[in-house]
Protein backbone atom coordinates (compact mmCIF):
# COMPACT_ATOMS: atom_id res chain seq x y z
CA UNK A 1 0.00 0.00 0.00
CA UNK A 2 2.88 2.17 0.80
CA UNK A 3 4.70 1.44 -2.78
CA UNK A 4 1.66 2.05 -4.45
CA UNK A 5 0.70 5.56 -2.54
CA UNK A 6 4.08 6.52 -3.44
CA UNK A 7 3.45 5.81 -6.89
CA UNK A 8 0.79 7.63 -7.28
CA UNK A 9 2.20 10.85 -5.70
CA UNK A 10 4.54 10.67 -8.09
CA UNK A 11 2.52 10.20 -10.91
CA UNK A 12 0.33 13.21 -10.02
CA UNK A 13 3.17 15.56 -9.28
CA UNK A 14 4.83 14.37 -13.05
CA UNK A 15 1.45 14.36 -14.63
CA UNK A 16 0.78 18.35 -13.24
CA UNK A 17 3.93 19.21 -14.30
CA UNK A 18 3.80 17.87 -17.95
CA UNK A 19 7.71 16.72 -17.80
CA UNK A 20 6.86 13.27 -19.77
CA UNK A 21 4.83 14.20 -22.60
CA UNK A 22 5.78 11.50 -25.06
CA UNK A 23 4.75 13.91 -28.10
CA UNK A 24 7.51 16.22 -27.24
CA UNK A 25 10.82 13.56 -26.54
CA UNK A 26 12.99 14.65 -29.33
CA UNK A 27 15.92 11.74 -28.60
CA UNK A 28 18.56 13.45 -30.56
CA UNK A 29 18.89 16.05 -28.12
CA UNK A 30 20.33 16.14 -24.99
CA UNK A 31 17.84 13.74 -22.97
CA UNK A 32 17.71 12.23 -19.51
CA UNK A 33 18.26 8.29 -19.98
CA UNK A 34 18.08 5.67 -17.36
CA UNK A 35 19.77 2.59 -18.40
CA UNK A 36 18.75 -0.93 -17.37
CA UNK A 37 20.76 -3.03 -19.92
CA UNK A 38 24.32 -3.26 -19.20
CA UNK A 39 25.27 -3.49 -23.16
CA UNK A 40 23.04 -0.62 -24.41
CA UNK A 41 24.68 1.17 -21.66
CA UNK A 42 27.68 0.45 -23.09
CA UNK A 43 26.53 1.54 -26.36
CA UNK A 44 25.34 4.25 -25.37
CA UNK A 45 28.49 5.64 -24.00
CA UNK A 46 30.86 4.65 -27.00
CA UNK A 47 28.09 7.07 -29.72
CA UNK A 48 29.14 9.57 -27.33
CA UNK A 49 25.53 10.02 -25.61
CA UNK A 50 27.08 8.59 -21.79
CA UNK A 51 26.53 12.56 -20.75
CA UNK A 52 23.06 11.70 -21.27
CA UNK A 53 22.37 8.65 -18.80
CA UNK A 54 21.34 9.93 -15.13
CA UNK A 55 21.28 6.52 -14.10
CA UNK A 56 21.65 2.37 -15.09
CA UNK A 57 21.44 -1.27 -13.54
CA UNK A 58 24.13 -2.59 -11.45
CA UNK A 59 25.22 -4.77 -13.97
CA UNK A 60 26.46 -1.98 -16.03
CA UNK A 61 30.15 -1.67 -15.42
CA UNK A 62 31.67 -0.58 -18.29
CA UNK A 63 33.03 2.24 -19.16
CA UNK A 64 34.55 2.87 -15.50
CA UNK A 65 32.58 6.32 -15.61
CA UNK A 66 28.88 4.10 -15.53
CA UNK A 67 30.76 2.61 -12.45
CA UNK A 68 30.07 6.32 -11.34
CA UNK A 69 26.23 6.68 -11.93
CA UNK A 70 23.40 5.93 -9.37
CA UNK A 71 22.07 2.80 -9.78
CA UNK A 72 18.47 1.58 -9.88
CA UNK A 73 18.61 -1.89 -8.87
CA UNK A 74 19.56 -5.65 -10.66
CA UNK A 75 18.28 -6.07 -14.33
CA UNK A 76 15.86 -8.51 -13.17
CA UNK A 77 14.77 -6.90 -9.55
CA UNK A 78 14.34 -2.68 -10.27
CA UNK A 79 12.69 -0.52 -8.63
CA UNK A 80 10.27 1.39 -9.82
CA UNK A 81 10.65 4.15 -7.37
CA UNK A 82 14.06 4.41 -7.72
CA UNK A 83 13.72 4.95 -11.89
CA UNK A 84 10.88 7.35 -11.40
CA UNK A 85 13.13 9.49 -8.83
CA UNK A 86 15.95 10.34 -11.44
CA UNK A 87 13.31 11.97 -13.52
CA UNK A 88 14.35 10.51 -16.71
CA UNK A 89 12.99 11.51 -19.87
CA UNK A 90 13.33 8.01 -21.18
CA UNK A 91 14.08 4.42 -19.79
CA UNK A 92 15.83 1.34 -22.25
CA UNK A 93 15.85 -2.22 -21.69
CA UNK A 94 16.04 -4.91 -23.46
CA UNK A 95 13.22 -7.13 -22.92
CA UNK A 96 14.87 -9.05 -19.61
CA UNK A 97 13.85 -6.79 -16.81
CA UNK A 98 11.84 -7.60 -14.05
CA UNK A 99 10.13 -8.07 -11.83
CA UNK A 100 7.08 -7.86 -14.29
CA UNK A 101 4.96 -4.99 -12.50
CA UNK A 102 8.09 -2.91 -12.86
CA UNK A 103 7.32 -1.81 -16.52
CA UNK A 104 3.44 -1.23 -15.82
CA UNK A 105 4.33 1.18 -12.70
CA UNK A 106 6.54 3.26 -15.17
CA UNK A 107 4.16 3.36 -17.98
CA UNK A 108 1.03 4.44 -15.01
CA UNK A 109 3.36 7.43 -14.34
CA UNK A 110 3.98 8.51 -17.92
CA UNK A 111 7.48 7.82 -18.72
CA UNK A 112 8.61 6.80 -21.90
CA UNK A 113 10.10 3.71 -22.27
CA UNK A 114 11.88 2.17 -25.36
CA UNK A 115 12.88 -1.70 -26.08
CA UNK A 116 16.27 -2.21 -27.85
CA UNK A 117 17.43 -5.59 -29.03
CA UNK A 118 20.21 -8.00 -27.92
CA UNK A 119 23.83 -7.96 -29.06
CA UNK A 120 24.35 -12.29 -28.89
CA UNK A 121 26.11 -12.18 -32.05
CA UNK A 122 27.96 -9.83 -34.06
CA UNK A 123 25.47 -9.38 -36.41
CA UNK A 124 23.06 -8.29 -33.84
CA UNK A 125 25.56 -5.79 -32.08
CA UNK A 126 26.06 -4.05 -35.19
CA UNK A 127 22.29 -3.79 -36.19
CA UNK A 128 21.79 -2.74 -32.44
CA UNK A 129 24.25 0.00 -32.76
CA UNK A 130 22.83 1.90 -36.06
CA UNK A 131 19.46 1.74 -34.20
CA UNK A 132 21.24 3.09 -31.53
CA UNK A 133 22.86 5.79 -33.90
CA UNK A 134 19.82 6.34 -35.57
CA UNK A 135 17.54 6.71 -32.04
CA UNK A 136 19.98 9.42 -30.61
CA UNK A 137 21.18 11.23 -33.68
CA UNK A 138 24.62 9.34 -33.48
CA UNK A 139 24.62 7.51 -36.83
CA UNK A 140 27.76 8.70 -38.18
CA UNK A 141 29.35 7.58 -34.80
CA UNK A 142 27.42 4.52 -35.09
CA UNK A 143 28.73 4.19 -39.15
CA UNK A 144 32.21 4.11 -37.54
CA UNK A 145 31.77 1.67 -34.51
CA UNK A 146 30.91 -0.84 -37.08
CA UNK A 147 33.39 -0.19 -39.32
CA UNK A 148 36.35 -0.77 -36.76
CA UNK A 149 34.54 -3.80 -34.97
CA UNK A 150 34.79 -5.38 -39.17
CA UNK A 151 38.31 -4.52 -39.26
CA UNK A 152 39.01 -5.88 -35.34
CA UNK A 153 37.31 -8.92 -36.62
CA UNK A 154 39.69 -9.35 -39.60
CA UNK A 155 42.51 -9.18 -37.27
CA UNK A 156 40.62 -12.26 -35.32
CA UNK A 157 40.19 -14.09 -38.66
CA UNK A 158 44.27 -13.30 -39.97
CA UNK A 159 45.32 -14.42 -36.45
CA UNK A 160 43.13 -17.84 -36.52
CA UNK A 161 45.30 -18.67 -39.24
CA UNK A 162 47.98 -19.81 -36.99
CA UNK A 163 45.84 -22.09 -34.45
CA UNK A 164 46.09 -25.91 -35.40
CA UNK A 165 44.20 -27.05 -31.75
CA UNK A 166 41.06 -26.38 -30.40
CA UNK A 167 41.28 -26.63 -26.19
CA UNK A 168 38.26 -27.08 -24.34
CA UNK A 169 37.38 -23.64 -22.36
CA UNK A 170 34.93 -23.25 -19.34
CA UNK A 171 33.74 -19.81 -18.08
CA UNK A 172 32.86 -19.95 -14.43
CA UNK A 173 31.78 -17.28 -12.72
CA UNK A 174 32.32 -18.02 -9.20
CA UNK A 175 29.12 -15.79 -7.27
CA UNK A 176 28.36 -14.55 -3.76
CA UNK A 177 26.84 -17.15 -2.33
CA UNK A 178 29.98 -19.56 -1.71
CA UNK A 179 30.39 -23.14 -3.53
CA UNK A 180 27.93 -21.63 -6.12
CA UNK A 181 28.73 -21.99 -9.46
CA UNK A 182 27.56 -20.23 -12.68
CA UNK A 183 29.22 -21.14 -16.06
CA UNK A 184 28.70 -18.73 -18.78
CA UNK A 185 29.91 -20.91 -21.11
CA UNK A 186 28.02 -24.35 -22.98
CA UNK A 187 25.02 -22.44 -23.63
CA UNK A 188 25.34 -21.86 -27.56
CA UNK A 189 25.30 -17.70 -26.18
CA UNK A 190 27.92 -14.89 -27.02
CA UNK A 191 30.48 -16.02 -24.37
CA UNK A 192 30.19 -19.94 -26.70
CA UNK A 193 30.86 -17.59 -29.60
CA UNK A 194 33.90 -15.67 -28.87
CA UNK A 195 35.54 -18.86 -27.36
CA UNK A 196 35.25 -20.25 -30.79
CA UNK A 197 36.70 -17.27 -32.39
CA UNK A 198 39.32 -17.60 -30.04
CA UNK A 199 40.42 -20.87 -31.10
CA UNK A 200 38.35 -22.98 -28.20
CA UNK A 201 35.70 -24.93 -27.79
CA UNK A 202 33.38 -24.92 -24.99
CA UNK A 203 33.73 -27.92 -22.53
CA UNK A 204 30.71 -30.44 -22.02
CA UNK A 205 28.77 -30.40 -18.90
CA UNK A 206 25.76 -31.55 -17.21
CA UNK A 207 23.81 -28.96 -15.59
CA UNK A 208 20.79 -29.83 -17.03
CA UNK A 209 19.67 -26.50 -19.04
CA UNK A 210 20.73 -24.42 -15.55
CA UNK A 211 23.68 -21.90 -15.10
CA UNK A 212 24.26 -23.35 -12.26
CA UNK A 213 26.68 -26.42 -12.05
CA UNK A 214 28.43 -28.64 -8.98
CA UNK A 215 32.05 -29.50 -8.06
CA UNK A 216 31.19 -32.74 -9.57
CA UNK A 217 30.15 -31.54 -13.26
CA UNK A 218 33.02 -29.25 -13.30
CA UNK A 219 35.60 -32.21 -13.00
CA UNK A 220 33.84 -34.46 -15.07
CA UNK A 221 33.90 -31.85 -17.43
CA UNK A 222 37.65 -31.48 -17.10
CA UNK A 223 38.32 -28.24 -19.16
CA UNK A 224 41.92 -28.03 -20.58
CA UNK A 225 41.34 -24.08 -19.69
CA UNK A 226 39.33 -21.73 -17.17
CA UNK A 227 38.31 -18.77 -17.64
CA UNK A 228 37.37 -16.94 -13.83
CA UNK A 229 35.42 -13.89 -14.01
CA UNK A 230 36.95 -10.69 -12.32
CA UNK A 231 34.50 -11.28 -9.38
CA UNK A 232 34.79 -14.72 -8.50
CA UNK A 233 38.46 -14.39 -9.06
CA UNK A 234 39.15 -11.53 -7.46
CA UNK A 235 36.95 -12.99 -3.94
CA UNK A 236 39.54 -15.75 -4.33
CA UNK A 237 42.56 -13.29 -4.59
CA UNK A 238 44.33 -15.62 -6.96
CA UNK A 239 44.50 -18.71 -9.29
CA UNK A 240 45.99 -20.82 -6.65
CA UNK A 241 43.15 -20.16 -4.62
CA UNK A 242 40.98 -20.11 -7.14
CA UNK A 243 42.07 -24.05 -7.72
CA UNK A 244 40.30 -24.32 -4.03
CA UNK A 245 36.82 -24.41 -5.18
CA UNK A 246 35.57 -27.90 -4.80
CA UNK A 247 35.92 -29.74 -8.20
CA UNK A 248 38.29 -27.24 -9.86
CA UNK A 249 41.63 -28.61 -8.70
CA UNK A 250 40.77 -31.97 -10.28
CA UNK A 251 40.36 -30.32 -13.65
CA UNK A 252 43.26 -30.10 -16.62
CA UNK A 253 43.04 -26.55 -16.28
CA UNK A 254 43.77 -26.60 -12.36
CA UNK A 255 46.63 -29.13 -12.81
CA UNK A 256 48.79 -27.16 -16.03
CA UNK A 257 47.54 -23.59 -14.20
CA UNK A 258 45.72 -22.49 -16.82
CA UNK A 259 42.86 -20.39 -15.09
CA UNK A 260 42.72 -17.07 -16.23
CA UNK A 261 40.94 -13.63 -14.81
CA UNK A 262 38.74 -12.30 -17.34
CA UNK A 263 36.02 -9.49 -17.24
CA UNK A 264 32.64 -10.74 -16.98
CA UNK A 265 31.27 -7.55 -18.93
CA UNK A 266 33.78 -8.42 -21.88
CA UNK A 267 32.00 -12.21 -22.26
CA UNK A 268 28.25 -11.96 -22.22
CA UNK A 269 27.44 -9.64 -25.09
CA UNK A 270 28.98 -8.27 -28.44
CA UNK A 271 29.67 -4.73 -28.94
CA UNK A 272 32.59 -2.15 -29.94
CA UNK A 273 35.58 -4.09 -28.02
CA UNK A 274 34.35 -7.53 -28.94
CA UNK A 275 37.49 -7.95 -31.41
CA UNK A 276 39.98 -6.71 -28.87
CA UNK A 277 38.34 -8.94 -26.52
CA UNK A 278 38.66 -12.14 -28.68
CA UNK A 279 42.30 -11.25 -29.56
CA UNK A 280 42.76 -11.54 -25.45
CA UNK A 281 40.98 -14.36 -25.04
CA UNK A 282 42.94 -16.44 -27.85
CA UNK A 283 46.08 -14.92 -26.21
CA UNK A 284 45.24 -16.63 -22.80
CA UNK A 285 43.97 -20.51 -24.94
CA UNK A 286 46.93 -19.88 -27.54
CA UNK A 287 49.92 -17.95 -25.83
CA UNK A 288 52.18 -19.21 -28.39
CA UNK A 289 50.39 -18.29 -31.67
CA UNK A 290 52.80 -15.84 -33.54
CA UNK A 291 50.33 -14.40 -35.56
CA UNK A 292 47.92 -12.86 -32.30
CA UNK A 293 48.81 -9.57 -32.76
CA UNK A 294 46.41 -6.44 -31.69
Do not use: W
Not at 50 to 74: M, R
Amino acid sequence: MKKLLILLVVAISLGSCGRFNKKELDTKKDIRIVSVSKHLTELLFALGKGHDIVACDLTSSYPDSAKLLPTVGYHRALNAEGIISMKPDIVIHSNDIGPAAVLPQLEKVGLNIKAFGGANTLDSAKLLLSELGKYFGAEKQADSINKKMDQDMQKVADAQKNIKDSPSVMIIHYGQANNVYFVMSGRKGAADKMISYAGGKSANYDAKGARQISAESVALANPDIIIATDYGFDKMGSAEKFKTIPGVALTNAAKNNRIYRFEEHDLVYFGPRTGENILKLMSLIHPTANAIKK
